[in-house]
């Protein structure tokens, strides 16, 4: 019974992630526009949480900076020019983690 529960919340979890997902694009198709809020929340929200990801990834590097800081930095560092070279949040937050781990792994 247990096999058959796991599958089932898998199975509504998946149905109700694809729902929100389709949600905007049934909401606003055809004749209807967008609100100006959320053009601008679309256009605002990938920087906005970038910059969160970089305060949360950079929180802890005073405690041991010798060792994990500058890793972290250097990834922050790759992951700023990535994004500004290419503007692909997926592409850059890979680099950016394959980064750190080969850093953390050699410092």
Known sequence: MKIEFFFLVVAVSAGITF???ALPFLAFRGERKMPEKLIYLGKILPSAIMAVLIVYCLKETGSDF??????NFLAVAVVAVSYKWKHNTFL????????????????
């Open 66 to 71: 010798s060792h994990t800081g500058i890793a």
């Open 19 to 21: 729902f929100l997902r």
């Open 92 to 107: 850059s937050i890979l680099l950016g983690t394959a980064v750190n781990m080969i850093l953390i792994q050699v410092i």
